[in-house]
């Protein structure tokens, strides 16, 4: 069982940056494949970014790359997203996810944070 709590949402204006953070209980955090995903109103929650159990791979939805970069820190059991040049339609609640296959679904949540750009 692995408990997932997300931090660092906000409001932040276009082009601005924020760091967001989800820190994992439990001994086992490195055998787990991390994900964000993210859920704006009124649509459907999409995948953002993932990265591999030792971060040696990560791989991003096409319309934030370039601009936010996913990282770990198995020590701290925690995953990082950092989110620059931020536009409006990144506006949404963001979510962590923890899975241990590549090919499995995420069995893991966080419970979200907001995060809102303003124009």
């Known amino acids: 069982q692995v408990q997932l709590v997300e931090s660092g949402g906000g409001l932040v204006q276009a082009g601005g940056s924020l760091r967001l953070s989800c820190a994992a209980s439990g001994r086992t955090f490195s055998s787990y494949i991390m994900g964000w995903f993210r859920q704006a109103p009124g649509k459907e929650r999409e995948f953002v970014a993932r990265?591999?159990?030792?971060?040696?791979?990560?791989y991003y939805v096409d319309s934030v790359k370039g601009r936010f970069t996913i990282s770990r820190d198995n020590a701290k059991n925690t995953v990082y997203l950092q989110m620059n040049s931020l536009k409006p339609e990144d506006t949404a609640v963001y979510y962590c996810?923890?899975?241990?296959?590549?090919?499995?679904?995420?069995?893991?949540w966080g419970q979200g944070t907001q995060v809102t750009v303003s124009s």
């Open positions: 996810a923890a899975k241990r296959t590549s090919g499995a679904g995420y069995d893991y």
């Open positions: 990265i591999w159990w030792s971060g040696d791979s990560t």
